[in-house]
C-alpha cells in the first residue's frame, strides 16, 4: 500500500513557477514508478510527466517539454514537479500517481491533488 499527498499547488501570474511534491509512505517508494497528472475544470485527465524508480528514464507530455521537470528523492520518498514559464491553460488540479510499471500508472496510487491556478 502506498498512501501520496500532493503539495505545493498556489496560484501564480503566467510565467511564473512553482514547484510541486508528493510525498508518499511506504519502504518500498523507491521501487515504483511515478506520475504526474492533471486534470481541468470540463476536461479529461491527462498525462504530464512520469520517472522510473532510478530516475534515469523520464518521459513528459509535449506541451509541458522544455518548461516542467519531475524528479525524485528515494531517501525522502518524495518526487517533484518544477514547472516553469507557467500559462494560464497549465491551470489544473495536478495528481501525483506511483505504480510497479509506467503503464499501470493511471491504475495505480493516486493522491488527492493539488490545485495550481496561472493568472494571465
Known amino acids: 500500500q502506498v498512501q501520496l499527498v500532493e503539495s505545493g499547488g498556489g496560484l501564480v501570474q503566467a510565467g511564473g513557477s512553482l514547484r510541486l511534491s508528493c510525498a508518499a509512505s511506504?519502504?518500498?517508494?523507491?521501487?515504483?514508478?511515478m506520475g504526474w497528472f492533471r486534470q481541468a475544470p470540463g476536461k479529461e485527465r491527462e498525462f504530464v510527466a512520469a520517472?522510473?524508480?532510478?530516475?534515469?528514464?523520464?518521459s513528459y507530455a509535449e506541451f509541458v517539454k522544455g518548461r516542467f521537470t519531475v524528479s525524485r528523492d528515494n531517501a525522502k520518498n518524495t518526487v517533484y514537479l518544477q514547472m516553469n514559464s507557467l500559462k494560464p491553460e497549465d491551470t489544473a488540479v495536478y495528481y501525483c500517481?506511483?505504480?510497479?510499471?509506467?503503464?499501470?500508472?493511471?491504475?495505480?496510487?493516486w493522491g488527492r491533488g493539488t490545485q495550481v491556478t496561472v493568472a494571465s
Open positions: 520517472i522510473n524508480w532510478s530516475g534515469n528514464s523520464i
Open positions: 511506504g519502504r518500498t517508494f523507491s521501487s515504483y514508478f
Open positions: 500517481a506511483a505504480a510497479q510499471s509506467y503503464t499501470d500508472l493511471s491504475h495505480g496510487y
